[in-house]
């Protein structure tokens, strides 16, 4: 992603080498995004039908959460912007007058759509009615943060990781990225302590001016090279392993619900996310609590017989932020920078905000060190921001029937979080309210996990008992209005990507 988006953006101006490990396999499960993602394919000049049929993606309308509550209940958490009433979001009405007991589905379209296994798409590709514009003039050339408010697109993409670096690779070498296929031996540093070539087996010293680590987990140059602090988020988010499975599967017969699913389990929960031939799953677990057998077992058990004979991969995961991602004229983009589990599938979404940061803070020359420090503010900040909102789903979780659950209740807090939960139990959040700095999620976000876990108690504005109830009734009319009219004229997602291709 760095390479091709760099390549995108600054063309032969730059050279680029991107040295991959031919031993060294990627970790290959990121495989759920943002919606904004599509914005670093725009960046590209990549049109759906470019690379969608060539990964196996599907669409994402939202998260699907199962069990969180209760065994047997599900809420979403969509990509729809919230409506408002009278100054105050629906959700607020919901609570004083909600028509049902499903706040996703009296407020958003998505919930119904999402359950009916339908494509935000028509077949001849026009695109679901929503309140922007999409490819408006105006909203072309902005990042994520610049965005973020102004539109919500109504959907994400599923793919296949493995299959969309190798396209991403053959699109960067089409345009002059030099790709050397190695294992680095060592990280070579000058006087300074800056890195001055990186020594492979085959091809000798490779140096360069800025060197980008997107060694994952590993942190070759900037955590073991540069030496540079790990700051852990393991006291407030303990998930620190996963096993994982591709399980083939006829999608025609089993259908695609365009949504990522996350089930609770008794020490983590499981990923489902379905794709074009197959289904992607893991099991997220904290190894305090389960053990790696356990957790492939239950895995297994959890697919059905569909995942007898499908390898697992054990996954150890680094939970928390390198204390800098930009050290000296090292940058580290992606796990080597920092991970905060996959709930909300923040991993892909941090690679493109640093590309995107970087792109915007690049060094020259001088190497102004207000472009690292700005860098470094903006990493820091959506990590420590996504942490948070991470946190409150196991906090809110109403789930407590086994340790692990009933641990969640107990747990430390991230700085900050416990004194915003107090408020949001009596007006829900708004953008003065959640975490002050940028990290992707706006506040109806914090509505949805709040409203859907169901383990704090929420009252509504006291506004709402002192407004005009009558609009939001009208409100929740129209949502059930053309709720109707979506699911009875979209076609199912598999339609519409056996169409794409």
């Not at 109504?154 to 070498?173: D, H, N």
């Not at 297994?300 to 150890?316: L, M, Q, W």
């Not at 641990?407 to 807090?413: A, E, I």
């Amino acid at each position: 992603m760095t390479a091709s988006y760099f390549k995108a953006a600054f063309g032969d101006r730059i050279d680029i080498t991107l040295v991959e490990s031919g031993n060294v396999g990627t970790v290959g499960v990121g495989e759920a995004t943002f919606s904004d993602i599509r914005h670093f394919f725009e960046f590209l000049g990549l049109k759906e039908k470019d690379w969608m049929p060539a990964c196996n993606a599907t669409y994402k309308l939202a998260v699907r959460f199962e069990d969180w509550r209760e065994k047997g209940h599900y809420f979403y958490h969509p990509f729809e912007q919230m409506r408002s009433v009278n100054g105050l979001p629906l959700t607020d009405w919901w609570l004083q007058q909600g028509p049902t007991d499903r706040f996703d589905k009296d407020c958003f379209v998505m919930a119904s759509v999402i359950d009916a296994g339908l494509s935000p798409r028509h077949l001849d590709g026009t695109l679901i009615d929503q309140p922007f514009v999409e490819g408006a003039d105006e909203m072309q050339g902005l990042t994520m943060s610049e965005h973020q408010g102004k539109t919500q697109f109504p959907y994400a993409y599923q793919f296949e990781a493995a299959l969309l670096a190798k396209y991403l690779t053959k699109y960067s070498v089409e345009r002059g990225v030099k790709h050397i296929v190695d294992d680095v031996q060592k990280v070579d540093l000058d006087e300074r302590g800056w890195i001055s070539g990186v020594s492979t087996t085959d091809h000798g010293d490779i140096t360069g001016d800025l060197y980008i680590d997107c060694t994952g987990f590993r942190g070759l140059l900037l955590n073991k090279a540069l030496e540079t602090p790990f700051i852990s988020y393991q006291d407030t988010l303990p998930n620190d392993s996963a096993v994982a499975l591709q399980v083939p599967m006829d999608m025609q017969k089993r259908g695609i619900l365009p949504c990522t699913t996350a089930t609770a389990q008794d020490a983590g929960w499981i990923w489902t996310i379905p794709l074009m031939g197959r289904v992607g799953t893991g099991y997220v677990y904290a190894k305090d609590y389960l053990s790696p057998e356990d957790a492939e077992r239950t895995l297994r058990e959890f697919v059905g017989p569909a995942a007898a004979d499908v390898p697992a991969n054990h996954i150890k995961m680094r939970i928390g932020r390198s204390e800098n991602s930009w050290v000296k004229n090292c940058v580290a983009i992606g796990l080597s920078s920092g991970f905060v589990e996959p709930l909300e599938s923040t991993g892909i979404f941090f690679i493109h905000h640093a590309i995107e940061q970087l792109a915007k803070n690049f060094p020259d020359e001088a190497w102004e060190p207000a472009h690292r420090d700005l860098y470094n503010t903006a990493i820091a900040n959506v990590m420590d921001g996504v942490r948070e909102f991470l946190a409150l789903h196991y906090a809110a979780a109403k789930r407590s029937d086994t340790q692990y659950w009933r641990d969640t209740k107990t747990r430390p807090l991230p700085d900050g979080l416990a004194d915003r939960i107090e408020k949001w139990k009596v007006q829900l959040p708004d953008s003065e309210t959640v975490f002050p700095y940028y990290h992707g999620l706006p506040p109806y976000s914090y509505m949805c996990i709040l409203l859907g876990m169901g383990g704090i108690d929420l009252k509504p504005s006291p506004a709402t008992r002192l407004s005009e109830p009558d609009a939001a009734a009208r409100e929740f009319a129209a949502i059930r209005e053309k709720t109707k009219a979506l699911t009875s004229a979209l076609p199912p997602a598999y339609d519409y990507f056996a169409r794409m291709r």
